[in-house]
Nanobody, 127 residues
Framework: QVQLVESGGGLVQAGGSLRLSCAASGRTFSNYPMAWFRQAPGKERDIVAAISKNVGDNTYYATSVKGRFTISRDNAESTLYLQMNSLKPEDTAVYYC???????????????????WGQGTQVTVSS
């Protein structure tokens, strides 16, 4: 079955950087769009970034992270990445990777588009 395992979270000072990884298994990684979401305490799970299947030439970024975060995929390693730079305290959340159950075209930004989720990794940005 499909498994997603996130890593790379931690505690960082404002202005710092982190790179999150999401290792996927259970099917052909390149065939499916993927995304990063985040959820802060007491808030809904929101889209951070999304990427299309195959070479990932279509990407989406939430306004709050545009210009600071970069989503990418390494199909040979079956791994999704999120490079996070210039981190802010408001970026503090649990970060989740997600993938779809069929290929589709382009990227997808709604939580209901994704039936498969990782367990999440905590990112804490101190001021």
């Amino acid at each position: 079955q499909v498994q997603l395992v996130e890593s790379g979270g931690g505690l960082v000072q404002a202005g710092g950087s982190l790179r999150l990884s999401c290792a996927a298994s259970g099917r052909t990684f390149s065939n499916y769009p993927m995304a990063w979401f985040r959820q802060a305490p007491g808030k809904e799970r929101d889209i951070v970034a999304a990427i299309s299947k195959n070479v990932g030439d279509n990407t989406y970024y939430a306004t709050s992270v545009k210009g600071r975060f970069t989503i990418s995929r390494d199909n040979a390693e079956s791994t999704l990445y999120l490079q996070m730079n210039s981190l802010k305290p408001e970026d503090t959340a649990v970060y989740y990777c997600a993938t779809r159950d069929y290929s589709g075209i382009g990227y997808y930004t709604r939580t209901r588009d994704y039936p498969y989720w990782g367990q999440g990794t905590q990112v804490t940005v101190s001021s």
